[in-house]
């Protein structure tokens, strides 16, 4: 659903555009382009959507009731959907957070213990 | 020249076109365009390259529809209506393909007379099962009111019994014509059952044809509702005017009572349709 810079997968990426949309509406309310904006930003550019796939996914998170959206005048004049997390989205952000920590806890140990495996090697060749 | 405001124009009437019921998120795409434009132009680009930029960046309006397509509540399976419909249909054609197969297990009926009679039968059971469909939603569409969502698995439900029809009926047509060709030489000879058949196609053809120009609810809901009629005239009419008690005037009066329910009913339900969505719980 994106293109990547990083050439993260399909899949890595469809899994992680929910946790960083309420991630960032945890802060506060915002609409499509920005959130957008934010998450180039955060990820210095790395990550880069194809913008117009971030709306079905903020529809879909609006059905799961997780998130609410209201039409608001902007300083410019035009009109804009602003999205805000509901009670329940906040809910469903921990049990995310909680679950891609575990993730991320886990390929850390593995790939520490890869790197040290490596670096012992290393070492060990090193040595010889 | 580029102009900005046409080339907008332009875009709206093809996402529109590719998101019919999703006014909200073309207006939503098209003030994230503006966005990214503006953001380019600031950026130091020309404004005919900013804009190219901001298509390229949004994505093509096949990619988005795809995507919106995708929702949960637009999925015909979870529609509970279209579920109690299309699960009585699909238990009455077991039934039906049973009761047949054993009749030409038996040797009681010929295969190609058996297969007219179930894909004729189905065909136009099919024709009220969208009935039976669009009868729920006017009735629901009044008294509840009516979602974008809703119009949406309807219309998808709607197109996917009536592709169901048409294939069924038309192979009904076409078995019943050789199977009479078998018996008399020739495949059609004018009689109110296969021009009722015919017409059939004709009609299931036109629903598919007009739901698919235009996705709106009511234009669906009208034409469930006359598929009903038009179904009971093609199916019953000629064996109520080839019987006897046609000519018997005690026997004719059923019928007609039964016709002239159908029709007061349809009239009730298209005053329904023309109300606006929700209207008689609002005066309730």
Known sequence: ?128 | MFDFDQEMRRWRRVISKRLPLHRDAVAELEEHLRDAVQRHVENGLPQDVAWTKAMDELGSPDSIMVEFNKLPRYAVYRWWPARIVMGTYFIVALLLSSLIIARILEGKVETLLALHVMSTTLGYTAVFAISAIAAWSVISRAFRGWTDAETEVFSRTTRCVSMTALILTLLGVVSGGCWVYRQTAQYWSWNLKEIGGVTLVAWNALVLVLLNRRNNERIGMVLGLMGAVLVTLCWFGPIFLSSETFHNHSGRSMPIRVALIEVASLFTLLCLVYLPAGRVRHRN
């Open chain 1, 1 to 128: 659903m994106h293109n990547a810079s990083m050439e993260l997968t399909k899949e890595l990426m469809g899994a992680s555009v929910a946790p960083l949309i309420l991630a960032i509406l945890k802060d506060g309310e915002s609409y499509g382009y920005a959130l957008i904006q934010r998450v180039r930003a955060l990820s210095s550019g790395e990550i880069e959507w194809t913008d117009g796939m971030l709306y079905p996914v903020l529809h879909r998170l609006e059905e799961q009731q997780l998130i609410e959206s209201y039409w608001k005048t902007a300083e410019n004049g035009r009109k804009r959907k602003y999205y805000l997390m509901k009670d329940s989205g906040h809910k469903a952000l921990a049990i995310q957070r909680e679950q891609w920590r575990l993730v991320s806890q886990t390929l850390d140990q593995l790939w520490g213990d890869v790197t040290c495996s490596t670096l012992t090697k290393r070492c060990v060749d090193g040595v010889a």
